[in-house]
């Protein structure tokens, strides 16, 4: 059993960098895959970075890549996805993802999500 929460969202304008961060709890956390994803108004959510459960692999989303990395410190239960180089189509909510499959959280059919954050990047 995982629970997330996820923070760190605002406004920035283009070309700027923000972190989101998300906080995890559950006694299974360290053997969990995670990942981010987002969803922009009148868009389906859409895959944006998973790491594996030892922090050993990471996949981002071509849109993002370059741009974007993610991360985890297990000693403080948190992910997190620093975001650089902001662009207005960045502007969504940015939802954390867990599963015990990383498979599963590359294809963002996960077991649990957090609430989200929102981000906006002004032009």
């Known amino acids: 059993q995982v629970q997330l929460v996820e923070s760190g969202g605002g406004l920035v304008q283009a070309g700027g960098s923000l972190r989101l961060s998300c906080a995890a709890s559950g006694r299974t956390f360290s053997t969990y895959a995670m990942g981010w994803f987002r969803q922009a108004p009148g868009k389906e959510r859409e895959f944006v970075a998973a790491i594996s459960f030892s922090g050993g692999s990471t996949y981002l989303a071509d849109s993002v890549k370059g741009r974007f990395t993610i991360s985890?410190?297990?000693?403080?239960?948190s992910v997190y996805l620093q975001m650089?180089?902001?662009?207005?189509e960045d502007t969504a909510v940015?939802?954390?993802?867990?599963?015990?499959?990383?498979?599963?959280?590359?294809?963002?059919?996960v077991g649990y999500w957090g609430q989200g954050?929102?981000?906006t990047v002004s032009s």
């Open 72 to 77: 985890r410190v297990h000693a403080k239960n």
């Open 84 to 88: 650089n180089s902001l662009k207005p």
């Open 94 to 109: 940015y939802y954390c993802a867990a599963d015990s499959s990383y498979a599963a959280v590359l294809e963002g059919r």
């Open 117 to 119: 954050t929102q981000v």
